[in-house]
């Protein structure tokens, strides 16, 4: 997969305000937040987006979403929302797989 911002925050080539890592992942915080907590959950395996993952990245998958809950948790966040835009029709802009968590504000459904 080619190299992402992502895979740059990955190596700390580029700067990012990193909130969890562990061996398979890393959260941190959006760089244009689109709620008072805006945090991303990205897989450490390049992945370039959900509908690349396979099999073999089922328990990566779900493990995603345990840090995305965990780390919401952390923030302090009873009720948040979790996003993952899949291809650019979807808005997704980094190819490098994310789930987005945002929480701090109502939320209206459905999402634009
Ligand atoms: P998406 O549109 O789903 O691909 O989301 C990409 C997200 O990455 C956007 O919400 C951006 O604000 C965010 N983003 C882009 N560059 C950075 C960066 N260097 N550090 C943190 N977040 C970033």
């Known amino acids: 997969m080619a190299e992402t911002l992502f895979s740059k925050i990955i190596d700390r080539e580029i700067p ?32 370039a987006k959900l509908s690349d993952a396979e099999e073999a990245d089922q328990a990566l998958l779900g493990h995603l979403l345990l840090v995305a809950s ?12 979790l996003n993952v835009n899949n291809g650019a029709g979807a808005s997704q802009t980094v190819f490098h797989l994310h789930v987005h968590v945002l929480g701090g504000r109502p939320f209206s459904w459905p999402p634009g």
């Open 16 to 47: 990012a305000d990193i909130i969890f890592e562990d061996d398979q992942c890393l959260a941190f915080r959006d760089i244009n937040p689109q709620a008072p907590t805006h945090f991303l959950v990205i897989p450490k395996k390049p992945i």
């Open 70 to 81: 965990r780390v919401a948790e952390q923030e302090g966040l009873a009720d948040f929302r």
